[in-house]
């Protein structure tokens, strides 16, 4: 397991769970260093110190808050680990929602929260029993890197899992970003609702849920290193322009049948409207626009000419 990151406890009304947090994901990215091209010397960044023009080692650097261009308040990390914040020292349940009620984008990075030592175990099996039962999640405040933070609750295999949660006034207004009023058939939508059946999977998992473009850069890097031709890149498919959605949802769901194994046949992604309706409805269309044709004439030969 990778190192604890944070160790505290939860308070959950009078009980208390002490814990250890560590990270529960992993970043699997190829990093790169920045290198001088001529001769291939490292290329880093140092610290340097404004006033005596020095690079200054770790244990000269503190924190500061900036009051003017010439007045610096130190914080040291002792001051924060002491804030008069009850989140200090706590993750701090403030109270329990359903998961459906939570909207995703606010949800950001996971962390597993590990018991600490045999004390804390019975009040974290409780915790994680009652969270199970109640198929609800758990809404927290917590203070850690310089702010107090909102996160989310949640069991999974059962161990505790800490979400780190936006505040409310951290998600953008989307409205702005809203396309023109279009209309959008009821065929259509059943297209869609058709192609989204055919491409339902199960799990996350399998082989198309892998990081392709890592593999991509370690080809490059192999390829490199044995000094052997580059991968060629494959040809970019251009979107063609849709000029007919059903057209263009009968082709998808024909493609997505044929990647998967099934039967490509014919695509039956929706059932057109009965045509009676259709005649119906143009017939009394028809009817009004002829009634309202022959009261104007009505008018018309009933009026008398004005007087000059």
């Known amino acids: 397991m990778p190192r604890t990151i944070w160790s505290g406890a939860i308070s959950f009304g009078l009980v208390t769970v002490p814990i250890h947090v560590v990270s529960a994901t992993e ?5 790169f260093h920045q290198y001088h091209l001529a001769d ?5 960044y140092r610290k340097v110190c404004e006033l005596e023009g020095r690079e200054v080692p770790q244990d000269e650097i503190g924190k ?18 002491n804030l008069p914040l009850p989140t200090a020292r706590a993750i701090e349940i403030d109270g329990f929602v359903p998961l459906e009620s939570v909207d995703p984008i606010r949800i950001s990075d996971g962390y597993y929260l590990q018991p600490a030592g045999q004390v804390a175990a019975k009040p974290y099996q409780l915790l994680v029993k009652a969270l199970g039962r109640s198929a609800k999640v758990a809404v927290a405040k917590y203070a850690w890197s310089g702010r107090e933070r909102l996160g989310l609750l949640r069991v999974k295999d ?4 800490l979400h780190a949660m936006h505040w409310p006034d951290e998600i953008r207004d989307p409205a702005e970003l809203l396309p023109p009023p279009v209309q959008v058939s009821d065929e259509e939508i059943e297209g869609a609702l058709a192609l ?34 580059l991968p060629e890149a494959p040809e970019p498919e251009q979107p063609a322009q849709i000029l007919d959605l059903m057209a263009a949802l009968q082709e998808s769901v024909s493609k997505a049948k044929a990647s998967r194994g099934q039967d490509a046949g014919p695509a039956e992604v929706h059932e057109l409207p009965a045509p009676k309706k259709k005649t119906a409805a143009k017939k009394q269309s028809a009817q009004k626009t002829a009634t309202r044709k022959k009261t104007a004439v009505k008018k018309t030969s009933g009026s008398r000419p004005r007087s000059a």
């Not at 308040?73 to 680990?81: A, F, H, K, M, N």
């Not at 059962?158 to 899992?161: G, H, K, N, P, Y």
């Open 40 to 44: 291939q010397g490292r290329i880093r």
């Open 158 to 161: 059962d161990v505790l899992v």
């Open 64 to 81: 500061g808050y900036e009051l003017t261009k010439t007045q610096v308040i130190p914080v040291t990390d002792e001051d924060l680990s």
């Open 27 to 31: 970043d699997h990215s190829i990093r």
């Open 196 to 229: 989204m059946d055919t491409m339902t999977v199960d799990r996350l998992e399998g082989p198309g849920f892998h990081d392709r473009y890592t593999e991509a850069v370690a080809e490059i890097i192999e390829a490199k290193r044995e000094e052997k031709p």
